[in-house]
């Protein structure tokens, strides 16, 4: 089984900026596709960004796009999302997840799913 434990939300003000992590449980962390989503309340959890085995590539959801980056440190089992120039609609619940292909990650399709964490943009 593998296990993601997202960290590093928290609560901040407009034009802030965050730098979430996820740590993966799984020696063979290399081998999988990478993704954040995102859950506001009252809304169906959406895809945020993606990034593949090598983090060769990269996609975003156009609402990030520019403000957002993902990234991976392969040696230390982490996929990382710096958010910067947040605004109040990036408010939610965000989540990693892990898939062995990465069409499933832009699919919203993951394997694995972190327990998510909390990110508040105030004005």
């Known amino acids: 089984q593998v296990h993601l434990v997202e960290s590093g939300g928290g609560l901040v003000q407009t034009g802030g900026s965050l730098r979430l992590s996820c740590a993966v449980s799984?020696?063979?962390?290399?081998?999988?596709?990478m993704g954040w989503f995102r859950q506001a309340p009252g809304k169906e959890r959406e895809f945020v960004a993606s990034?593949?085995?090598?983090?060769?590539?990269?996609y975003y959801a156009d609402s990030v796009k520019g403000r957002f980056s993902i990234s991976r440190e392969n040696a230390k089992n982490t996929v990382y999302l710096q958010m910067n120039n947040l605004k109040v609609e990036d408010t939610a619940v965000y989540y990693c997840?892990?898939?062995?292909?990465?069409?499933?990650?832009?699919?919203?399709?993951?394997?694995?799913w972190g327990q998510g964490t909390q990110v508040t943009v105030s004005s």
């Open positions: 799984e020696h063979t962390f290399d081998r999988y596709a």
């Open positions: 997840g892990a898939a062995d292909a990465y069409g499933q990650i832009l699919r919203s399709n993951a394997e694995y």
């Open positions: 990034i593949t085995f090598s983090g060769g590539r990269i």
